[in-house]
């Protein structure tokens, strides 16, 4: 059977090999520490359980507006006004299901057949995969670690040609951790308002920043630049509700009207009981979101510490979301192997320790780790990494 060309643009996952893998040893009773996590391993609050079971005792089990339920898109407004300054109406607001369906319904409503859209590296893995099945182009610009993987505006005005439609812009990002600045944002909005490019701001990890700035929307620089941002967002990171799947995007109406026109063809609607969960979650005052917070930053200083003495390990130290993105280079060449995805794999056979490398995020020298689990499993997995980088010293 011939399949559709733009399935076959697709690259497979450069997770999927060691997921596999750890999967494989976990069936056969080995004691795999699993690194890999994007999502928290706290469960949902039980004040979010307890409005998403009301809503089935109350018969909220049927089709909502494609766009989403009108009390939850008035919440999320809400929330735009308290935590951002910044105000739009239902009409600019569109609930998805999950943050990543609000991404791939843009893309595929904004881009033609050769527009580009321009994504710094390291980036999250399904940005050029959702640009590529919306026949786009996604033309990858290298952050510098040395810069804290932040693109500057020279570079990102160098990157940019007629065929340039969009920018995005993940701050915190994965999956590096790092936050841009409010001057760094300021300086990246000028070149977009210079040459009419659309930023895709995916500000997923928002309530996860471990310093003493709050988190900065680039929409909420100047009104210029909010007409011109589409902001992505969600329940998930925030709420520990990654399985519920209730994302949003808010941005200028001829863009929103034409995503909540696709996803009536495609999933109707968000799941009806995941939005009152979620309508619960943002009109709540628990501190749900600063306890969860500060255990982060707990894990954070422990584990970054464990790191960078492991020899050969270097790491830039994150601002926010729960990863670390160490550059393991000179411990793969150190160990004798070709790349950091063979090191990542032997980790994987010898000391029962999953990463992520950095290939699927643009990225070949570093690997992503997941600090979204206990600290005894951060500390026992930093030894296995050292003594696994020591026995192969040559």
């Known amino acids: ?13 450069a997770t999927l090999a060691i997921t596999a893998k750890a999967n494989e040893l976990k069936s056969k009773g080995y004691d795999v520490i699993g690194l890999g ?7 949902t609050p039980d004040y979010i359980l307890d409005g998403a079971a009301d809503a089935m005792r109350n018969g909220f089990t049927k089709y909502t507006p494609s766009g989403g339920i009108p009390e939850l898109k008035q919440a999320i407004a809400d929330k ?3 935590d951002n300054g910044l105000a739009y109406t239902s009409d600019e607001i569109i609930v998805t299901t999950g943050a990543k369906h609000a991404l791939f319904t843009l893309f595929q ?3 033609n057949k050769g527009d580009e859209v321009i994504v710094p590296a390291p980036y999250w893995v399904s940005y050029p995969e959702q640009i590529k099945l919306a026949e786009g182009k996604p033309v990858i610009i290298n952050a510098e670690e040395k810069n804290s993987f932040k693109i500057t505006p020279e570079q990102f005005e160098a990157a940019i040609t007629p065929q340039t439609k969009a920018v995005i812009i993940n701050s915190p990002n994965n999956p590096t951790g790092m936050v841009y600045s409010k001057d760094e944002l300021h300086a990246i909005g000028d070149v977009c308002l210079k040459h009419g490019i659309l930023i895709v701001s995916d500000e997923i990890y928002e309530q996860l920043i471990y ?14 630049l909010k007409k011109q941002t589409v902001i992505i967002n969600g329940v998930s990171k925030s709420h520990a509700m990654t399985g519920w799947r209730i994302g949003y995007a808010a941005g200028p109406t001829e863009v929103i009207k ?17 939005q009152y969960a979620a309508l619960a979650a943002y009109r709540s005052s628990s501190d749900s979101n600063t306890e969860m917070r500060q255990i982060f930053v707990e894990r954070l200083e422990i584990f970054y510490g464990l790191l960078n003495d492991i020899p050969g390990i270097t790491c830039v130290k994150p601002k926010g979301a729960f990863y670390l993105f160490p550059n393991v280079y000179e411990a793969v060449k150190m160990n004798g192997f070709e790349t950091v995805d063979d090191w990542v794999k032997a980790l994987l056979e010898e000391e029962k320790v999953a990463l992520v490398p950095g290939t699927g995020f643009g990225a070949y020298e570093n690997v992503r780790l997941s600090y979204a689990v206990s600290t005894d499993t951060l500390k026992e997995a930093s030894q296995r990494i050292k003594r696994f980088v020591k026995n192969h010293q040559s």
């Open 258 to 274: 034409p995503m909540t026109n696709l996803a009536s063809h495609s999933t109707s609607n968000p799941t009806s009981i995941a």
């Open 1 to 13: 059977m011939e399949l559709a060309n733009r399935v076959k643009t697709l690259s497979p996952s």
């Open 37 to 43: 996590a994007g999502e928290p391993d706290f469960n």
């Open 211 to 224: 310093t003493d700035d709050s988190h900065v929307s680039i929409a909420e620089l100047s009104s210029s």
């Open 109 to 111: 409503v904004l881009l």
């Open 80 to 82: 735009f006004q308290r």
